[in-house]
C-alpha cells in the first residue's frame, strides 16, 4: 500500500506565505515526477507545479516567481513553497506522485487526500 501525506495548508491573509509538504510511504521501488495541483469550488483540478526526479521543474503561468516546488528524494517528500499569496490562491492542494512499487511494475500515478488553503483578510 502507498500513501501520500499532505500537510502544511491553512489559513493565511493575502500577502503570506504557506509551505506544502507531502511524503509518500509504503511499499515504493522509486518515484519519478511529483506535482502539486489545485482544485477551487466549481473548478476543475489544475497542474501547479511539478518536479522531475533529477529537480527540473515546471509551473503554471500564474505563480512562476511566487510558488517554488521541491524535494527530498531520500524522504520521498515534495514541498510547495507558497509566497505572496493571493485570495485566489485559495483551493484545496493535492500532491501527486508517479512511482513503482515494485521493479517490474509500470508507473502509476498516486494522489494524497489535499490539503485547503484559504487567502483571505
Known amino acids: 500500500q502507498v500513501q501520500l501525506v499532505e500537510s502544511g495548508g491553512g489559513l493565511v491573509q493575502p500577502g503570506g506565505s504557506l509551505r506544502l509538504s507531502c511524503a509518500a510511504s509504503?511499499?515504493?521501488?522509486?518515484?519519478?515526477?511529483m506535482g502539486w495541483y489545485r482544485q477551487a469550488p466549481g473548478n476543475q483540478r489544475d497542474v501547479v507545479a511539478t518536479i522531475s526526479r533529477s529537480g527540473v521543474t515546471t509551473y503554471r503561468d500564474s505563480v512562476p516567481g511566487r510558488f517554488t516546488i521541491s524535494r527530498d528524494n531520500a524522504k520521498n517528500t515534495v514541498y510547495l513553497q507558497m509566497n505572496s499569496l493571493k485570495p485566489e490562491d485559495t483551493a484545496v492542494y493535492y500532491c501527486s506522485a508517479d512511482l513503482r512499487r515494485y521493479s517490474s511494475d509500470p508507473l502509476q500515478t498516486y494522489w494524497g487526500q489535499g490539503t485547503q488553503g484559504t487567502v483571505s483578510s
Open positions: 509504503g511499499s515504493i521501488f522509486s518515484i519519478n515526477a
